[in-house]
């Protein structure tokens, strides 16, 4: 059994990099999101202070190429999730107001399963 609470099958499906990566993040209690962060903190710091010493070192400064996002894309990505958003307001709509008990139950069965396995992977 590993340090993480790993079992020996866990081991032998998975590499040893991949369970010192898992290891490393629970034993930790380290998420990687924060890892991310963190990096890009490193990495924007490092940036800004080679951009200011560049006189003192001479050195010339980073070229950080001007990033424009298209606005099109975006609209037609916000607009498709608003009718999805909504369309899913209305079935909840219409499963609370009583008016489908099949689609209720089935949705009540499909969230008790999946509190089960929520408990699962929750420690």
Same mark, same amino acid.
């Given at each position: 059994? $590993?340090?993480?609470g790993?079992?020996?099958?866990?081991?032998?499906?998975?590499?040893?990099q991949? +369970? +010192?990566?898992?290891c490393f993040?629970? +034993?930790l209690?380290?998420? %990687?999101l924060t !890892?991310i $962060?963190?990096?890009?903190?490193l990495? !924007?710091? +490092?940036? %800004? /202070?080679?951009? @200011?010493? &560049?006189?003192f070192v001479?050195k010339t400064?980073?070229h =950080?190429?001007?990033v &424009? !996002?298209p606005?099109?894309?975006f /609209?037609q990505i916000?607009?498709? /999730?608003?009718?999805e =958003? @909504?369309?899913?307001?209305?079935? !909840?709509? #219409?499963?609370?107001t009583g008016? #489908?008990v099949k689609?209720?139950? =089935?949705?009540i %069965?499909g969230l008790?399963? /999946?509190?089960?396995v929520?408990?699962w992977s =929750?420690s």
């Amino acid at each position: 059994m $590993c340090s993480c609470g790993r079992t020996r099958s866990y081991l032998l499906v998975h590499s040893r990099q991949q +369970l +010192l990566f898992g290891c490393f993040f629970e +034993l930790l209690e380290y998420h %990687f999101l924060t !890892l991310i $962060c963190h990096i890009s903190i490193l990495v !924007l710091a +490092l940036l %800004f /202070l080679w951009s @200011n010493a &560049h006189t003192f070192v001479h050195k010339t400064p980073p070229h =950080i190429p001007i990033v &424009h !996002l298209p606005e099109e894309p975006f /609209l037609q990505i916000a607009s498709a /999730l608003r009718i999805e =958003i @909504n369309r899913g307001f209305s079935a !909840l709509r #219409d499963i609370g107001t009583g008016k #489908d008990v099949k689609k209720f139950l =089935i949705v009540i %069965f499909g969230l008790w399963i /999946l509190s089960i396995v929520g408990s699962w992977s =929750i420690s």
